[in-house]
């Protein structure tokens, strides 16, 4: 069903038509509609959403012949209950499956496609239009044998060329008998200069295509239509998109419908987003190249004060350049601007156990998840549980052993971080407005005037403080 509702915008194109999947009920009483789709080509019927529709047995007997007498039913005059003129037809949706005794094919029928065509704008048809319905009537046959969609194929996504895109029919021998005018243009763009029809469609790509090259044998199954598969062909810059629907009819292959679409400036446009995505990846990396090499000369010159105020002060701007080093180190592996921050987090956690004191043996840990942020969120957040992470260790376990944990929780558009220790805890008087500690005034600005969150830094509840992060996310 999946396959057939994935692939199913080609019949209603082909028929000018809207389509409607009908189930039966499970107790058999009625039928109920679990698709709709209205085609693209010509008007339609059903201007609101019949999903959910239940009918009654009997109340549409179109519907339930097609499924009695398993075969494709047509009324005879137009239906003008709507207003307008529309021709109903019912096609029986069958499956073939492989369970019966010693492995023989067994049938299964699923439901009904109940097809409506708005004729009010009925005039004489074109050869397009005549073929388009020609083939219609080829799937349609085909869906009430079970030959369609094909077996084992995947669903079609949106990147399949559509019928608008362009438009070939083939006979058994591979040669095309019609060509719409959207297909012939993508041809001439490949450098076709002779006519199309009547040309065998394989050998003609690939003397376009690979002239001085060994032919490609997925475009040759392809261009023949001898099996439903995609390929891509590509000629003096431009790139054109081939999907073969071979069109098996009482058993028999009767041709194939081949459509195209001509990708040529979406390909430019992948390569453009690559080689975009690669060079960001690339300047990241030496973003984090260049921060290390701060960092390197930062301890190096730190080794050498004399002065232990100078030489701690130097140690933190190198924890601090190290968390932003981290960040972007992650984002050189990643194509999108985002990063899954538990990683980044362990990694915090594990610079802050490495500044604790020997005897004090402080493990903090992570417990609950941060999933995956934004670059502008990760960058101030990785610098503000540095700053927390390390004044806990330094100043509220110092030379004690304790309990450091960062407990996260999140929800649809907020973050909720807490830093907790079980330490000596804030000093008598504290107030962060007012307090003087650096790394404190570094938090704030990032939490508040980066992040637009807020933070709160209170006695936790046994002894110890504890400092309570809110961030807002922006969707992803």
């Known amino acids: 069903m999946h396959s057939l509702v994935s692939d199913w915008q080609l019949l209603a194109d082909l028929s000018f038509a809207d389509l409607i999947l009908w189930i039966p009920l499970r107790e058999g009483s009625g039928w109920i509609a679990i698709a709709q789709m209205r085609p693209t080509t010509g008007p339609t019927v059903y201007h609101d959403d019949v999903v959910g529709t239940i009918i009654a047995k009997g109340e549409r007997e179109l519907i339930d012949t097609a499924w009695n007498e398993r075969r494709i039913c047509r009324e005879g005059d137009p239906d003008w209950s709507s207003g307008v003129p529309v021709r109903e037809e019912t096609i029986p949706v069958r499956r073939a499956d492989l369970g019966g005794e010693a492995g023989e094919a067994v049938q299964r029928y699923l439901g009904v496609i109940q097809r409506s065509t708005n004729l009010s704008s009925a005039r004489t048809p074109s050869r397009l239009e005549l073929t388009y319905l020609q083939s219609a009537s080829d799937l349609a046959q085909m869906v009430a044998e079970g030959r369609f969609p094909f077996s084992g194929a995947e669903p079609i996504l949106v990147r399949s060329p559509r019928v608008g895109d362009g438009l070939l029919r083939l006979d058994r021998m591979g040669r095309v008998t019609y060509a719409s005018p959207n297909a012939l243009s993508a041809y001439r763009r490949l450098g076709l200069t002779a006519d199309l029809v009547g040309a065998e469609l394989g050998r003609t790509t690939a003397q376009l295509c690979y002239s001085d090259e060994p032919i490609n044998e997925n475009l040759m199954i392809v261009a023949s239509g001898r099996e439903p598969r995609e390929t891509e062909v590509e000629s003096g810059g431009t790139v054109v998109q081939l999907r073969a629907i071979p069109l098996v009819v009482g058993g028999g292959r009767i041709g194939a419908l081949v459509l195209i679409r001509d990708v040529t400036e979406l390909r430019r446009r992948e390569r453009e987003l690559m080689t975009k995505d690669a060079t960001i990846r690339e300047i990241h990396h030496r973003v984090k190249n260049n921060l290390q ?108 052993p304790g309990r450091l944990q960062v407990i996260v929780s999140r929800g649809a558009d907020r973050l909720d971080v807490v830093v907790s220790d079980d330490g000596t805890g804030l000093p008598e008087g504290f107030d962060l407005e007012s307090s003087t500690s650096l790394g404190l005034q570094i938090v704030r600005t990032l939490v508040v005037g980066e992040l637009s969150g807020r933070l709160t830094i209170e006695p936790r509840e046994g002894g110890g403080t504890e400092v309570t992060l809110v961030i807002p996310l922006p969707a992803l």
């Open 293 to 400: 090499t701060v960092a390197a000369l930062l301890r190096l010159q730190a080794r050498r004060l004399q002065v232990p105020e100078g030489r701690e002060a130097l140690e933190e701007a190198v924890r601090r350049v190290g968390s932003i080093a981290i960040v972007h180190e992650t984002l050189s592996h990643t194509p999108e601007e985002q990063v899954d921050f538990d990683d980044i987090a362990d990694r915090v956690i594990a610079m802050a156990s490495e500044v604790s004191a020997p005897e004090a043996q402080v493990v903090p840990r992570r417990v609950g998840t941060f999933g995956v942020l934004r670059s502008e969120i990760a960058t101030p957040l990785a610098m503000v549980l540095t700053e927390l992470l390390q004044n806990a260790v330094q100043h509220g376990l110092a030379h004690r």
